[in-house]
């Protein structure tokens, strides 16, 4: 395939998108001309095909986070696809065909978030894990800004997400697990009871906040 990307120091802009079907293959858009926006507009079965791409990334993802790419260069976007892992995926398309899979796959509240340029990512790992890679690349990336997100059936904000980030992730808890067990089996046998239990009230907290503000 030739090397249709743009140079390195290039930014990418919303009205110099591809059209969206190509979002699935590649890792970023392809800029081109306004001009060809309209000529390379996709037809329905292409749409629909892309719709359905999307659907199932929804449905499979243990959460999705929303961004915007506004003015990230194409080596920062690699950057970040490769701290996500392979877990994740960083996705580009058109909002409207965001909307309609996502409502398809049964998620509701995200429409307001999809806005201007879009990019989402679906996590197929540790949701947390993938929230604290955001929230770091975010800090030395001022251009990536996280709209806000869904996981573990709840609608987060810019804020919620924020606040996930927060959270401790399954690799942290492990490491403390691996430090207890060198202490008393007893601590150890409590951390590891008490640990899940205590993710799982913050993020219930955390849902609760989000849901209220809703």
């Known amino acids: 395939m030739r090397n249709i990307l743009p140079s390195s120091g290039s930014r990418l802009r919303l009205d ?28 329905r079965p292409e749409k629909e095909a892309v719709v359905a791409e999307l659907t199932e990334q929804f449905r499979n993802a243990s ?31 058109k909002n409207t065909l965001f909307r309609i899979a996502a409502k398809e796959a049964g998620i509701e509240g995200l429409d307001e978030m999809l806005k201007g340029p879009s990019a989402v990512v679906f996590v197929d790992g540790d949701f947390i894990e993938a929230a604290k ?11 990536l800004i996280v709209k806000g997100g869904f996981a573990d059936g709840t609608v987060y904000d810019a ?23 060198k202490g008393t089996m007893s601590k150890a046998a409590y951390l590891f009871n008490a640990l899940p239990t205590k993710v799982v009230r913050t993020i219930d907290a955390l849902r609760d906040k989000q849901e209220k503000a809703a």
Do not use: H
């Open 16 to 43: 110099d998108a591809l059209p969206v079907c190509r979002a699935i293959f590649l890792p970023v858009l392809v800029p081109k001309s306004t001009a060809d926006l309209g000529r390379n507009a996709m037809k």
């Open 133 to 143: 890679v955001l929230r770091d690349f975010a800090k030395t990336n001022k251009a």
């Open 159 to 181: 804020e919620g997400a924020k606040q996930l980030a927060d959270l401790k992730s399954r690799p942290e808890l492990l490491a403390e697990l691996a430090g207890a067990l």
């Open 63 to 93: 959460a999705v986070y929303l961004t915007e790419y506004r003015g990230l260069t194409v080596p920062q976007i690699s950057d970040l696809r490769e701290k996500l892992g392979r877990d994740t995926s960083y996705t580009v398309a």
